[in-house]
């Protein structure tokens, strides 16, 4: 049984997946709220009912196997609501955009409990039960020390997600980390879609942003070898109808990935001692732009 925390459109869309391979799976729900046995996938014009068994986090006991599908920031929380049911035999997959989230589950797991997904599916939630599929992409999966697929990424699951095994997911996550410090923030400041980055008075910025990403990742000797500036353009033109995740949480006055993501790539170059101009100058228009939420409790009252 694999147990989906966190019920957003990442969330959905991955039990929707899992249910129509016949996968057994569950979503770990808020208590407080109702919810119908039917959830909706929409992709297209294609509307698909699935019967989707739900539990509260409070109910769970003996987790086998996790995929934590909430927002970075939302990550301590929702580890600590399941880790009365956390053993040591329980593995745990993280979704989340940005990098260090082993750190904050250091608490609850131990290293080799964690693994870590990156995902280019696109999806985005219509209602409460309603998850729209709005670009079929991959998951990458991986464990920062083992490089063995393990036994419960079975074949069928992975198809089942469009999923594939990763040797060097530290590659693929940095990789999807530069991407997202430069469109997420971008788009967020400049209040526009994607695509619209590559507009004559933006496309500078992104530009520089990237050629300061690559030197950083030649620096760390990731193996992202020179295709950075490719790699980033190539999804600003696959999601130029967009709106990245970023610029949705500050429409909707959310708490924004941008320590996990912008926050993350600044402290490791200053751990690097390599200077990244331009990726403060971002993080200071961006804060300028959207300065933080007064605390965690307006976020969650919204
Ligand atoms: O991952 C994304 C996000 O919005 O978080 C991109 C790839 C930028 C797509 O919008």
């Known amino acids: 049984m694999i147990s989906i925390l966190g019920a957003g459109a990442i969330g959905q869309l991955l039990a929707h997946k899992l249910t129509e391979a ?5 979503l770990i729900v808020r ?3 109702q919810y119908r046995s039917e959830w909706l996938m929409i992709q297209q014009e294609q509307q698909t009912y699935h019967e989707i068994p739900t539990i509260t986090a409070q109910d769970c006991d003996e987790l086998g196997q996790v995929w934590v599908c909430v927002k970075a920031n939302q990550l301590e929380g929702a580890l600590k609501s399941v880790s009365h049911a956390i053993q040591d035999t329980t593995k745990v997959v993280f979704f989340q955009n940005g990098m260090g989230h082993d750190k904050v589950a250091a608490k609850y797991l131990q290293p080799a409990q964690m693994y870590f ?5 696109g999806a985005f939630k219509k209602a409460a039960q309603s998850v729209v599929y709005a670009g079929v992409g991959q998951v990458s999966f991986g464990h920062l020390e083992l490089s063995q697929q393990p036994d419960f990424l079975d074949p069928e699951t992975l198809n089942a997600v469009n999923g594939s095994w990763h040797e060097h ?13 430069v469109v997420n923030p971008l788009t967020a400041i400049y209040q526009c879609r994607n695509g619209e980055l590559l507009d004559a008075d933006k496309k500078s910025n992104v530009l520089s942003l990237i050629a ?14 020179d295709h950075l500036k490719d790699a980033t353009l190539a999804v600003i033109e696959a999601t130029a109808k967009n709106q990245s995740s970023m610029l949705q949480d500050v429409l909707n006055q959310k708490t924004t990935e941008i320590n996990a993501i912008n926050g993350y790539l600044l402290d490791q170059a200053a751990k690097h001692q390599f200077p990244t101009p331009h990726n403060w100058r971002l993080w200071s228009d961006f804060h300028i732009a959207h300065p933080p939420l007064k605390s965690i409790a307006d976020d969650k009252a919204k």
């Open 169 to 181: 997911i530290q590659t693929v996550l940095w990789q999807k980390l530069f991407i997202n410090a």
């Open 117 to 121: 997904a990156s995902n280019t599916h």
């Open 22 to 26: 016949s996968i057994d799976c569950q």
């Open 31 to 33: 208590a407080g709220t």
């Open 212 to 225: 300061e990403n690559q030197r950083f990742a030649n620096t760390l000797k990731l193996g992202i070898s």
